[in-house]
C-alpha cells in the first residue's frame, strides 16, 4: 500500500504511470503532476477505468523547489518519482530532503542554460580534473549523499534502461557469472523505423545533445574522450540484424568506473542510420542545436528548443514505428580460474509495445524499469540510506521484476566480442 508522487507525464512517464497501475498492489495511489495538468488529467481519465490505482493530478512546476515542497506536503507521498528532465533533478532532491521523501530518476543532472557562468565554472573545472566534456555528470547528485544518509532517506538514480538495467546487468554479472570482469560493452541498438527523415525518439533537446557531444570510455583507471561519432563499429544484433553504431559518452560509465574499480575498459556505443547522422550535422552546423539563446525579431528564442517545437513529438512515433530494440551488455573476465565472455541483453518490439501502451519500444525499455525501481524502493527490497546508482543494489530482484512486467532478459555464452 503506497502513495507516489509522479513528475512528469512524457513519453517515459506515460509508460511508468501505466505500469505502475498494472501493479495497483504496490502502487495504490498515485498522483501525476506536471506544468501541464491537461495532459495529466487525460492520461488518468483514460487509465482510471481500467485500474485499481486511485489516480489525482496536480500542476507543479519542478523547477521551483517551493512548488514541490508544497505538493509534496499536501500529497504526502512515500516516494517521488522524478520522470520529467534532468533539469529538476536538483531542484526535486532538495525537496524530498525538505518533506523527508524517497526520491528516484531516470537521469542524471545537467543544467537546462549552458551558459550560466555559475555552474560553468564548475563544469570546466571537472572537465580538466576528469577528463571528459559531457554536460551531465554525477557529482551534482553524488554531493547529496551525506544529506541522504542523515535524513535516512533513499536516493535512487538513473532507473531507465541505460542508465539502469544495463548497471543491473553489470551487478548481475559480478555478482553470478564473474569472479573478475575485465571489460564492459554496453551495446544500445534501436533498429525501429518511424518512416519520417529525421525524428528523434525522446525528448530531442536531451537526446541532441547526448549524441552531438564528443564520445569517451573509461580505460585504465581514466577517461578517454573522442570527437563525436570517431569510433564506428558494425555489429550483428539478435532479431534486429547488422547495424552501425558509435561509441559515445554515457553517463553510467561515471559510476560503474566508480563501482566496478577493477574493470579495465568500460564503452557505450548506440546504432545510428546514415541519414539521422547527416541531418544531426547540419543542423549541429548551421547552429539548430545550440542552447544559447537568439534574439529574432525583438523576441529570444532557444535554437534547440525551436528544433524541438518543428520535430515530431517522440510521443507520437508509437503508431508508426516497426522493428525492434536491443540493448545489452557484453562482458569479458574470468570465473574458476577460466576465461569468460558473456552477453545479456533485452529484445523489445515496438510494435508489442504499442499494443500495450500506446507508446514505441525507447519510452517503454525507460518506463519500465521506472516503475521496477519504485517497487524496489516501495518494497523495500532497495532501501538503504544515500544516493545510489543501480548497480549499488542487489540485481536479482529487479531482474526479475523486469522479466515479469515487459522487459525479459536473454543472455548469449561466448558471443561474439567488439572489435
Ligand atoms: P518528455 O519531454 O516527453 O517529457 C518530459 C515531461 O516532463 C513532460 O511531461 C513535461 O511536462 C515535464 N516537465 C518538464 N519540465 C517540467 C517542470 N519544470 N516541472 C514539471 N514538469 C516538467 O521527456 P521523456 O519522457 O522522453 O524523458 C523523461 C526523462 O527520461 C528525461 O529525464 C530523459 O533524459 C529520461 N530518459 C532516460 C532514459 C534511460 O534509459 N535512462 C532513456 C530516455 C529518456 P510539462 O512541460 O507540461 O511540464
Redesign the pocket.
Known amino acids: 500500500m503506497s502513495r507516489v508522487l509522479i513528475?512528469?507525464?512524457?513519453?517515459?512517464?506515460?509508460v511508468a504511470i501505466q505500469k505502475c497501475c498494472q501493479v495497483s498492489e504496490v502502487f495504490t495511489e498515485i498522483c501525476i503532476?506536471?506544468?501541464?495538468?491537461e495532459?495529466?488529467d487525460a492520461l488518468a481519465a483514460k487509465l482510471a477505468p481500467g485500474t485499481a490505482t486511485v489516480i489525482t493530478t496536480a500542476k507543479?512546476?519542478?523547477?521551483?523547489v517551493e512548488?514541490v515542497i508544497s505538493l509534496i506536503r499536501s500529497y504526502q507521498p512515500d516516494l517521488v518519482m522524478?520522470?520529467?528532465?534532468?533539469?529538476?533533478?536538483l531542484?526535486i532532491m532538495d525537496a524530498c530532503l525538505a518533506c523527508g521523501v524517497n526520491y528516484m530518476?531516470?537521469?542524471n543532472y545537467e543544467p537546462e542554460d549552458t551558459e550560466d557562468p555559475k555552474w560553468r565554472a564548475v563544469y570546466e573545472k571537472r572537465c580538466r580534473e576528469a577528463g571528459f566534456s559531457a554536460y551531465f555528470d554525477y557529482s551534482w547528485q553524488w554531493a547529496y549523499q551525506e544529506k541522504f544518509k542523515a535524513a535516512g532517506l533513499t536516493a535512487l538514480l538513473?532507473?531507465?534502461?541505460?542508465?539502469?538495467?544495463?548497471q543491473a546487468y553489470c551487478a548481475y554479472a559480478k555478482k553470478h557469472e564473474f569472479d573478475e570482469i575485465d571489460t564492459i560493452d554496453i551495446l544500445d541498438c534501436n533498429g525501429g523505423d518511424h518512416g519520417y527523415a529525421f525524428a528523434t525518439?525522446?525528448?530531442?533537446?536531451?537526446?541532441l545533445r547526448e549524441v552531438s557531444a564528443p564520445g569517451s570510455y573509461w580505460e585504465d583507471g581514466r577517461w578517454v574522450e573522442i570527437p563525436a561519432m570517431s569510433i564506428k563499429r558494425e555489429y550483428d544484433f539478435d532479431r534486429v540484424g547488422t547495424k552501425d553504431m558509435y561509441l559515445l559518452h554515457h553517463?553510467e560509465i561515471e559510476s560503474l568506473a566508480k563501482n566496478l574499480p577493477e574493470v579495465k575498459r568500460i564503452r557505450f556505443f548506440m546504432t545510428f542510420g546514415q541519414s539521422y547522422l547527416d541531418h544531426m550535422r547540419c543542423l549541429e552546423d548551421v547552429g539548430m542545436l545550440s542552447t544559447t539563446p537568439e534574439m529574432y525579431e525583438g523576441r529570444e528564442i532557444v535554437p534547440i528548443q525551436f528544433l524541438k517545437a518543428l520535430l515530431p513529438?517522440?510521443?507520437s512515433l508509437g503508431p508508426r514505428t516497426k522493428g525492434k530494440t536491443n540493448i545489452g551488455c557484453i562482458f569479458t573476465g574470468r570465473k574458476d580460474g577460466r576465461e569468460k565472455t558473456w552477453y545479456i541483453y533485452n529484445v523489445c518490439d515496438h510494435e508489442e509495445c504499442y499494443k500495450e501502451v500506446g507508446s514505441q519500444a525507447?519510452?517503454y525499455?525507460?518506463?519500465v524499469?521506472?516503475m521496477c525501481g519504485a517497487l524496489m524502493l516501495l518494497t523495500g527490497k532497495w532501501n538503504k540510506p544515500g544516493v545510489y546508482t543501480v548497480e549499488e543494489f542487489d540485481p536479482d530482484p529487479f531482474l526479475e521484476a523486469l522479466d515479469r512486467y515487459g522487459l525479459p532478459r536473454s543472455v548469449e555464452e561466448n558471443p561474439v566480442l567488439v572489435e
Open positions: 513528475i512528469g507525464c512524457g513519453g517515459v512517464a506515460s503532476a506536471s506544468r501541464t495538468k495532459k495529466c507543479v512546476d519542478a523547477d521551483k512548488e522524478n520522470i520529467a528532465l534532468p533539469y529538476q533533478d531542484t530518476d531516470t537521469a538513473g532507473s531507465g534502461f541505460d542508465p539502469g538495467v544495463t525518439n525522446f525528448n530531442p533537446e536531451i537526446n553517463e513529438d517522440p510521443a525507447i519510452s525499455t525507460t518506463g524499469p521506472a
